[in-house]
């Protein structure tokens, strides 16, 4: 939030609740240093949304018991989010979000390299294949996640990273489009990705300037 405000621009931030696998569940929403950071986010605010948690993609009943769950212990209408892992099932999951009442979803994006996976840089409406109906849900893809670049592009080089981010931008830029990216929270202050890190207040910046 510090570098984004130093920009001018705003973060959303997606939070999970409880549940079944060993893939979820790393805090609980009703925790108090969480419910801290939520009131932290909203004082500034920042956008909060959802992040289902590993088998929630496909099981609405899951879907719906987290987004009830968040927005009781968050005090916080949940609108918009993101897939755990990017795991989606066409018509399925949208179908559920759809019927959860949710504005949009940008979970449609490559986990091991960047680019369009949608083949646009634009917010669209998602339709149902089965049923055949266009549905209000909308679309936003994620067109760059840095868990891209260290975890699937082995080794690869600061300034390499910075290169390919940059083509992106300046295509979506030359399209009028809207560049969304993810940076895991847990990218920051490691050693890992210590190299690396500076790169998102970077990205802020190609964008905004």
């Known amino acids: 939030m510090n570098i984004n405000e130093k920009i001018g621009v705003k973060s959303y931030f997606f939070f999970m609740g409880k549940g079944l696998t060993k893939f979820d569940n790393m805090y609980k929403s009703n925790d108090l240093f969480i419910?801290?950071?939520i009131m932290k986010i909203k004082?500034?605010?920042?956008?909060?949304?959802?992040?289902?948690?590993?088998?929630?993609?496909?099981?609405?009943?899951?879907?719906?018991?987290?987004?009830?769950?968040?927005?009781?212990?968050?005090?916080?209408?949940?609108?918009?989010?993101?897939?755990?892992?990017?795991?989606?099932?066409?018509?399925?999951?949208?179908?559920?979000?759809?019927?959860?009442?949710?504005?949009?979803?940008?979970?449609?994006?490559?986990?091991?390299?960047?680019?369009?996976?949608?083949?646009?840089?634009?917010?669209?409406?998602?339709?149902?294949?089965?049923?055949?109906?266009?549905?209000?849900?909308?679309?936003?893809?994620?067109?760059?996640?840095?868990?891209?670049?260290?975890?699937?592009?082995a080794n690869i080089k600061p300034n390499d990273m910075e290169y390919k981010i940059k083509l992106l931008i300046k295509e979506v830029k030359k399209y009028d489009g809207e560049f969304v990216f993810l940076w895991y929270n847990s990218s920051f202050n490691t050693n890992m990705w210590k190299q690396y890190q500076n790169i998102y207040e970077k990205v802020l910046k190609w964008w905004k300037y």
Not at 53 to 76: G, H, I
Not at 136 to 142: A, G, H
């Open 43 to 153: 004082r500034r605010e920042h956008y909060i949304g959802i992040h289902p948690t590993y088998n929630a993609y496909n099981n609405k009943e899951q879907f719906k018991k987290e987004k009830k769950e968040l927005e009781s212990n968050l005090d916080t209408a949940i609108t918009f989010g993101r897939e755990h892992y990017l795991r989606f099932e066409v018509p399925n999951t949208w179908q559920i979000w759809e019927e959860n009442g949710m504005s949009w979803d940008s979970t449609c994006s490559y986990a091991d390299k960047e680019g369009f996976r949608c083949g646009v840089c634009y917010e669209y409406s998602v339709f149902n294949i089965l049923t055949r109906e266009k549905l209000k849900l909308k679309e936003k893809p994620l067109i760059v996640m840095e868990g891209s670049f260290a975890t699937y592009q």
């Open 35 to 37: 419910k801290k950071l």
